[in-house]
């Protein structure tokens, strides 16, 4: 049986004039009122002034003019001043229903144009309302779980972390020692863009937003670009020790070049490269607080190689990198279910909205 249609202000009537706006300049991190703004938080901040109660009653539906967020409300709120359309649906619509059918509906991107003359155009299927209401229910279902497996997958990194603090932190009876003590330290260099075929080869290029994003670095140097740099071995720690990001750190996972902001320590053979990148990690805010208050926050060298970490048995050393390796093991299984997941997640609305469920 087809599901018919109606066109898009048919089922949803944009009610957004008329409301008091709040200024993002204006927001509160508290405040008797929640104020819903076009950002992808569901909150965005607060307000004490309860006249500006957005005057229709829910639950109702916002979307991001700009950024194409899709929010389901039900409860009292205030508008954020831009960008944001509030969207009550019409008689024989389900709210939920509607707002999951927005959530995935493709909304093409024009960047920070305005978005809404997309959704004006779209048509919205309308079964019963009871099949509407089942639909909605089965796709609260799917999204509550998936958000349960996502925030498994975050707590992957406090779980190492943790797991260090028990056996290292806990009982602090490990001699500190320098970090210039325990391995080369070696400052990055960026080729000259001036000479030829430095870039474009197969050699990872690491700059301070590649450092924990998970993603794989965006430039890559040639041979002769990597002897114009300074290049590490696989397991070596990278450290953003100047800038915005200072205090940023990841692990090499393959031999890697670095530009100029970041530092990398070679592990000796007294310090385990897991080891040794949890431990640095534990120091962050020694590296933040270390640094020159200059224009940029600035550690130099000299400065990093004096900081210093505990240094335990090498054999619990490798206890604790056995101990990571598990970790991360499962992480990358959690990876692959999440990604399982969002595709039959997928399926299921595109089935859903087509009257196959």
């Not at 335990?312 to 390796?325: E, G, I």
Request: hydrophobic share 40%.
């Amino acid at each position: 049986m087809i599901t018919p249609t109606v066109a898009f202000l048919e089922a949803v009537q944009d009610v957004s004039a008329g409301n008091v706006k709040i200024p993002q300049s204006e927001f509160l991190d508290h405040g008797a009122l929640a104020v819903v703004d076009q950002g992808q938080s569901l909150v965005a901040g607060y307000t004490d002034d309860r006249r500006a109660t957005v005057k229709t009653n829910g639950p109702l539906i916002v979307f991001g003019d700009h950024t194409r967020a899709v929010k389901y409300i039900d409860f009292p709120f205030a508008m954020g001043a831009d960008g944001v359309k509030v969207l009550r649906v019409r008689d024989g619509f389900d709210p939920k229903y509607v707002y999951h059918y927005l959530r995935f509906r493709e909304i093409p991107s024009v960047g920070y144009s305005r978005h809404f003359k997309f959704l004006r155009e779209i048509a919205v299927p309308r079964p019963t309302l009871d099949e509407q209401r089942r639909v909605a229910a089965i796709l609260d279902q799917a999204v509550a779980l998936r958000a349960k497996r996502r925030q498994v997958g975050a707590h992957i990194d406090a779980f190492t972390q943790s797991v260090f603090h028990d056996m290292f932190i806990v009982e602090a009876r490990w001699p500190d020692m320098p970090i210039g003590a325990l391995g080369r330290v070696v400052t990055g260099k960026t080729p000259p863009i001036s000479k030829a075929n430095m870039f474009g080869g197969g050699i990872p290029f690491v700059t301070p937003g590649d450092l924990g994003s998970g993603r794989p670095v965006t430039r890559w140097l040639s041979d002769e670009g990597a002897l114009n740099s300074r290049v590490v071995r696989r397991g070596a720690t990278l450290v953003c020790c100047i800038g915005a990001t200072i205090g940023k750190i990841d692990l090499a996972r393959v031999p890697s070049a670095f530009n100029q902001q970041i530092n990398a320590v070679e592990w000796n053979h007294g310090i385990d490269d897991s080891y040794g990148f949890e431990a640095l990690k534990q120091i962050k805010q020694s590296i933040v607080g270390n640094a020159a208050a200059t224009t940029l926050p600035l550690l130099t060298k000299g400065q990093f190689v004096k900081l210093t970490i505990p240094v335990p048995d090498v054999a619990l050393q490798r206890m604790f990198a056995a101990r990571v390796t598990q970790i991360e093991t499962y992480g990358r299984v959690m990876s692959g279910s999440l990604l399982a997941h969002d595709e039959l997640f997928g399926s299921l609305q595109s089935r859903a909205f087509r009257g196959e469920l």
